[in-house]
């Protein structure tokens, strides 16, 4: 334990002391706070700036008079300023091109229109919200042809449905929970791209350097593994706490401005037992994949061998990624796929905190995920060990799955 807590702080210390390190740290920090603090920024620059007028995009209606009145109104506030105007085709794509309106539409009939615009964007709200409008003041046309009073063609019209939703005791809202879920995964995702690669990097430059030699005299590997592995995860760890620490501060700092958008503040509004779980998959899940980059990287005898060799790792972790990102989307969390991946070692981080946080799972199912992936990470670390031990004993030589085995199997019976 002693030597495994000297190589563990020194390989600590060694990253937590470097000038890139602190600098890196620290800009993350910065530019996170930047970042969300930006709401805020913008509207201290905008006191005293531009007014509301200056800042709306202006849109022209023409084909009826007064039609414009009825979409101010309906956008509600001062995002749009609608105009009725008379122009040709011709003169509408001219102005849109020139900057004067942002969209020009022509009303061809109640239930008809031409849209004129420079560029549609992926979520167009406007288009939304216009068709709705253009469907109520159609409606309302023809309830009132049919002898409604606009009284009660409003009252129908403007009714909205008193929905109560009840969940039971082990229910979930998805839509709640899901930027909880989704920013955990990408959190994940890029801390084993990042400090995967580092752990890989660490073990193979000692190999390419030939330090093992001495180290391996010193100290036993598995002291030597788990030491520099854990030590490499908690300098990772620590800059990412700090970010992420730096993240939350900016928000809470700013959450007023952030109400509004709901997608920022689902990320952060994170129950305490969703929290627990997602500090637990994230370590375990980090641990387990952290030992997978040292084992690869145990095969490798020069840098240049390194990429190569933690490809497979790599592309297992994305598969998984990109697995249950694809069932996020469907909203089929409780398929066959995702049950089995909840209990797979390499899937059960992202699978089962996904369920957890997005549906209903049994309490034995939970318990039975976080053992295996628990015994796993432990036997992982020993398998790094092991190979690692391999690789020394075998220094130059091009390290084949064969050769692995037949290795392994010698050291195993010398145990």
């Known amino acids: 334990m002693r030597n495994l807590m000297t190589v563990f702080w020194f390989t ?245 401005y952030h109400e509004p958008d709901g997608v920022i503040s689902g990320m952060f509004n994170m129950s305490a037992s969703i929290f627990g779980f997602a500090v637990v998959f994230f370590l375990l899940g980090f641990l387990l994949y952290a030992f997978v980059y040292a084992a690869f990287a145990s095969f490798v005898s020069r840098m240049e061998e390194l990429n190569n060799a933690v490809l497979p790792a790599t592309l297992v972790y994305v598969f998984s990624f990109v697995g249950v990102m694809f069932s996020m989307a469907t909203g089929n969390m409780d398929s066959f796929l995702m049950a089995v991946c909840s209990f797979v070692p390499f899937t059960s981080p992202l699978a089962m905190f996904a369920r957890i946080a997005l549906t209903s799972v049994p309490a034995w199912q939970i318990a039975l995920s976080v053992g295996v992936l628990t015994l796993s990470v432990l036997g992982m670390g020993y398998m790094a060990t092991l190979i690692y031990r391999v690789g020394v004993l075998m220094y130059g030589a091009r390290l084949k799955p064969g050769v692995i085995i037949r290795q392994l199997r010698m050291i195993a019976r010398l145990r």
């Open 12 to 256: 600590f210390k060694s990253y937590a002391k470097h000038k890139a390190y602190i600098i890196t740290t620290a800009g993350l920090v910065v530019i996170v706070g930047v970042m969300l603090s930006w709401p805020r920024i913008g509207a201290l620059l905008d006191m005293g700036g531009n007014d509301d007028a200056e800042s709306s995009e202006k849109v022209a209606i023409v084909g009826e008079d007064g039609a414009a009145e009825l979409f101010i109104e309906g956008f509600d506030g001062t995002e749009y300023i609608f105009e009725d105007v008379y122009l040709s085709k011709e003169q509408a794509l001219a102005a849109v091109e020139s900057g004067e309106y942002k969209q020009v539409i022509f009303l061809d009939s109640p239930a008809a229109y031409t849209r004129i615009t420079e560029n549609l964007p992926l979520n167009d709200t406007f288009g939304t919200r216009f068709n709705a409008l253009m469907k109520k003041r159609y409606q309302l046309r023809q309830m009132l042809s049919f002898g409604a009073t606009r009284a009660q063609a409003a009252e129908v019209l403007e009714m909205t449905p008193a929905a109560t939703v009840e969940f039971t005791a082990s229910g979930k809202n998805q839509a709640e929970r899901f930027w909880n879920v989704y920013i955990m995964l990408f959190v994940l995702y890029f801390a084993i791209m990042l400090y995967g690669q580092m752990i890989a990097s660490s073990v193979a430059t000692e190999k390419s350097s030939r330090a093992m030699e001495v180290l391996i005299t010193a100290t036993d590997t598995k002291d030597l593994m788990f030491g520099k592995v854990l030590g490499t995860s908690a300098a990772g760890l620590l800059q990412l706490s700090l970010t992420l620490g730096g993240m939350f501060l900016a928000f809470r700092a700013n959450a007023t």
